[in-house]
């Protein structure tokens, strides 16, 4: 069945970095966009960064150059460098999959990540 498991999430200080993991199954990632999203409490589920099926990388305003997307079709893996983090930045994090024309959608169960001093 289709899975997609989320890791490397965890409390990490103002400034520190953190690399989150997809890993994906029962489905080929080549022909999916692959997304990160986050949700942080009482807010709306927000985009952090995709990758699409052809390799062009889009990310979040907030972002400014602080994480890096990637992708490895072969290994069904996808992964969010992220650096320089700030408390805002504090919320769980989620591994979203989407076909061309969004007719299939699939996401994982979140992994989440503590910014705090």
């Known amino acids: 069945q289709v899975q997609l498991v989320e890791s490397g999430g965890g409390l990490v200080q103002p400034g520190g970095s953190l690399r989150l993991s997809c890993a994906a199954s029962?489905?080929?990632?080549?022909?999916?966009?692959m997304n990160w999203y986050r949700q942080a409490p009482g807010k709306e589920r927000e985009l952090v960064a995709r990758?699409?099926?052809?390799?062009?990388?889009n990310y979040g305003d907030f972002v400014k150059g602080r994480f890096i997307i990637s992708r490895d079709n072969a290994k069904s893996t996808v992964a969010l460098q992220m650096n320089s983090l700030k408390a805002e930045d504090t919320a769980v994090y989620l591994c979203?999959?989407?076909?061309?024309?969004?007719?299939?959608?699939?996401w994982g169960q979140g992994t989440q990540v503590t910014v705090s001093s």
């Open positions: 979203n999959a989407a076909s061309l024309y969004n007719t299939n959608v699939y």
């Open positions: 029962g489905f080929p990632i080549s022909v999916y966009h």
């Open positions: 990758i699409a099926v052809g390799g062009n990388v």
